[in-house]
């Protein structure tokens, strides 16, 4: 076995076999590594394990961050709940709760899994773990959601960089959400069809999305971009679990996104030089915050 190249490829391998992609993919690892299947397995759970307990600690915490920009989104949702007046269902509640209360412990410097990166890492834990609790799906299942969330971000870093800096927020927040749509298509045991078009539909929505962090700080508008992409990745596995199918094979769209990266202006690449850091009010915050850790180091 070699390193898995392309979704065809996957999909293939898959079918040919009568296997499930995240089977595909434990039995690449476990060849690859010189590991069994349970010791991959192992390995998956203790990420698993870290992104319940920094759910667990981000639900618990209002510290802001440094920045004093962010840090207590999710304690304004939890508010809010206690008095039940949301729009949402309880499981969209847990799933926005989830995502703030991971990429809040991020800006904190708390321990999180970086999935597919640090900016982006309160998408695939929220949707997984949320939804696991609603679905009742146990840790095996939880597990095997986790690792075809990891075949679709490994897939697609084959081809395109997965950082801001590279390809915009499209490689960041929408790689992670295409991972949690298919994380949750496994879960509702769907087929590899399925789960690699809810993967398609997803990313293909996603297509063009910038990185514009304000003061070059990966908090506005990171944060709430995980809470909105948690969503959205749920839209993308219900579309898919009906049968609505992508037009342009996931391989081509990731072709796509590649050369949008490509095309996109460098100062929509993370370094803060247009979009929303570059507002009035983006330079405003960039200039207070210089002020504040220049008088900071003087002290
Ligand atoms: S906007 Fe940029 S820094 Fe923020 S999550 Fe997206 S890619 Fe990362």
């Known amino acids: ?55 667990a600690q981000g639900l618990k915490s209002q510290e802001k961050s440094m920045s004093g920009l962010c840090g207590d989104d999710c304690a304004k949702l939890l508010k809010m709940y206690d008095k039940q007046t949301s729009l949402f269902s309880k499981t969209y509640q847990k799933v926005l709760l989830y995502s703030f209360a991971t990429i809040e412990q991020n800006l904190r410097m708390g321990k999180i899994v970086a999935c597919p990166t640090a900016g982006s890492c309160g998408i ?43 390809a915009g927020c499209q490689s960041e927040c929408g790689v992670a959400a295409a991972m949690a749509s298919a994380a949750l298509v496994e879960m509702k045991n769907g087929t590899n069809e399925q789960i690699l078009n809810a993967a398609a539909l997803t990313l293909k929505n996603i297509m063009g999305l910038v990185c514009d962090p304000v003061a070059g700080l990966v908090e506005v508008p990171c944060v709430k971009r995980n809470a909105f992409l948690s969503i959205y990745a749920v839209t993308g596995a219900e579309l898919a679990l009906a049968g609505i199918k992508s037009v342009i094979p996931i391989d081509e769209i990731v072709d ?44």
């Open 1 to 55: 076995m070699t390193n898995l190249k392309d979704f065809r490829q996957v999909f293939e391998k898959a079918q040919e076999s009568n296997k499930k992609i995240y089977q595909i993919c434990e039995m690449n690892e476990a060849e690859l590594s010189e590991l069994p299947v349970e010791e991959i397995r192992k390995k998956v759970k203790v990420n698993l394990d870290a992104m319940k307990a920094a759910i």
């Open 124 to 166: 695939v834990p929220a949707v997984i773990l949320a939804m696991a609790e609603d679905l009742e799906a146990n840790e095996e299942v939880q597990i095997n959601a986790l690792i075809t969330a990891g075949l679709i971000g490994q897939i697609v870093s084959n081809k395109l960089a997965l950082a801001g800096a590279v």
């Open 256 to 299: 796509a996104m590649k050369q949008v990266g490509e095309l996109m202006s460098p100062t929509l690449k993370e370094s803060s030089d247009a979009g929303l850091a570059t507002t009035k009010t983006g330079l405003e915050i960039t200039a207070n915050l210089a002020q504040k850790w220049q008088n900071s180091t003087q002290k």
